[in-house]
């Protein structure tokens, strides 16, 4: 009984190592802001308020130019798998807003990726967005209203594996 | 000369395959019927033609858009008047052009194929494009759903401006539960997937 387990964990483990899929090939940072005039007290601890000049950026938007404080909800970090396609949840405790990534090339130039993005909302998909990301260079969604505000996704890729 | 050699030969002169020995012994066939040599000149004229206008790699930015694109062309070949067969050597010649467009058919239902699975990630066929710009391209199933795409130079960073999404309500974020960075997060096999 104990060599048919040892097999079989030997053969469940060589199967991961083969899957050259699971290649981490960079991470990407997702998040959800939130520009808002009213109290920030209702939306619980963890809310980071951003730099003055992203609020300043952001404020250039129409959309956007109302309000007076941005905050960030929430935020993940995730590998980017050369095989996978993989579902970003920024806010930890809610799925009604959601991402997915996967990549759509190979690395052509030594920062930058072409990522396939789609935002999910209330487990419908709601948009795609196909485009090169360059690391360390952030690209907001402006999305849907919330409360008195206005929710911004982010998505950025912080790192790529040298190639 | 037996068919089976005559098949073979003719196949390989539309190619430009056969030596000077060979295209004496098929000199008889082509003497004898004319209009081959009128059909190999519409064969090469054709096969110039899908050279230069397929690409010898393309990268699709989405599916639907190919989906769509290899429907209107089937379509167009179905609206296509049909050819007379015709007698004789010619009968087989045409023959030969089926045996030679099999393979090509057929990596065309592949390639349809793999599309169509690949694009069954969208549950609704009327997915369009509501925007392209700044090297991007959006996409969405919703009708309703327009975007701008706004690259602030200043800040070297790019906004997309997305109108007409449903407004989320209270619950949706579990609001007052409290927001934090964390590394929750999943992912899904590709190949699995489609």
Known sequence: MKILAFMFISLTGLAGAQDPGKEVIGKVRTGVLFGTNGSLESLGNGVVA?????GASLRKVAKLESYKTFVKLGS???DILKGYKSWAQPISNSQALMLTFQPQASIKESRKLRLDVEYWQKSKMTLRWDRVFEVGKRVYLVGPEWRDGNLIITVELSSLESK | ?????????????MDDGLSDEEMKELEPVLSGSPELHEERARFLLLREKLRDSVPRKVDPPFPDY??????KLVKAADAAPMVQETPGVFASFNRLWLLWMAPAVTAAVVFAFLLGMK??????????LVDSAAGSEVYSPLANVSTEVIVDRDSDSTLLVVEGLAPLSD??????GGFSDGDHGYYVNIRGAY
Do not use: I, P, Y
């Open chain 1, 50 to 54: 951003l730099s003055a000049d992203e």
């Open chain 1, 76 to 78: 993940v970090e995730q």
């Open chain 2, 1 to 13: 000369m037996k068919n089976d050699r005559k098949e073979e030969l003719l196949t390989r002169w």
């Open chain 2, 66 to 71: 190919f989906n769509s694109h290899l429907e």
């Open chain 2, 119 to 128: 694009s069954a990630q969208s549950d609704n066929a009327a997915s369009s």
């Open chain 2, 171 to 176: 619950s949706d974020l579990a609001a007052g």
